[in-house]
């Protein structure tokens, strides 16, 4: 047998110094040698190198709404009572499975849009319908997906269930989920969980326990990075509003968006506008600072039937005697609609 000794190997990968000899090579099993044929240790990286690699390996943030929402990260929208909460949110979400921008931010494509709705019930229909016969043409999107379900965030069966779900439905393309309000969605809290098997040692969890608080916080964030998609909680505003949102701090601090709505001072002119509110992005951890801006809510027909009306009507006793002093209410056929086409306040 002739040996070669010039012949350099026929294997998957050589590395060659400047006058072209091998200084070493990689086998088909990936296994490393010198020169010399002798096998090259591998390095075992250790946790913290390891997650440098995974680090630099990951791409930046995607909107889903550019300049204010990103995927996999979690967000408060917060006002006292009155100030059109809901209705923004609403107004947020449909906009985004509408895939059409909202107040000039564009918007991500063919996204879908989750509210879970934990206050209003049935209501939250009729909120959607008007507002989708203000802005597209009456008819639901098809991307936008409401539903009231009296669920306990703290159960981790709950959580994969969403989960799961979620990506179905978006077939992994995430989008944006919104959770309305958070204090009735603490009020579903449960020790037992769906499993029917394990029982969670917290206590009813309050809005002011800043560890509870935290938790709560970390299991938006882990919806949020295993759907790919923004989680929008919406919460009152505090007694102080100096302070800001209610409850403990660590919700402002341990999340990436906070935006407030307030009343505004300014007189509608117009006679379809029921009244106005500005809208404060407090805090933007990965996108632009927007200034504050001044938008209007009108009412819109929310799809009440005469039918449905006569047949509560139906259902009531007589109206009182002529000349009898009370209330004097009319029926209504018409919800509240957020309309995303800001003003600037100088």
Known sequence: MVIDWDAKPSNTEATL??????????DENGIRYDAFGNAIPTKILCAIEKEEIKLQSEKRLRP?????????????????????KSFAALSLLNRVAQGRPWSGLRVAKECHAFYFDGETG??????????????????????????????NLFDVGVQNIIISDINSITNNKGGIICFDTLSSFLAYYSKQCIDGKTTLDM???????????????????RIAVETNSFVLMVHHGGKDAAKGMKGAITLKNDCDTVIKLAASDRQAG????????SLTVEKNRSAAKLPVMEFNLCLEDNGITQQELHEIDNELCDYPDEGETGYEVKNSTKTLVFIDKPNKIN
């Open 17 to 26: 110094d400047e006058n072209g000899d091998v200084i070493e090579w990689t």
């Open 64 to 84: 889903i709404i550019e300049h204010l929402f990103n995927r996999k990260q979690v967000g408060f929208l917060y006002g006292e009572s009155n100030t059109g």
């Open 122 to 151: 049935v209501e939250v229909k009729d909120r959607n319908t008007a507002w989708s016969k203000k802005f597209n043409g009456g008819i639901k999107n098809e991307r936008m997906h409401i539903l009231s379900p009296q669920i």
């Open 203 to 221: 206590d009813n969890p309050d809005e002011n326990d800043a560890i509870a608080m935290r938790k709560l916080v970390s299991i938006l964030k």
């Open 270 to 277: 117009d006679n379809d506008i029921a009244f106005s509110v």
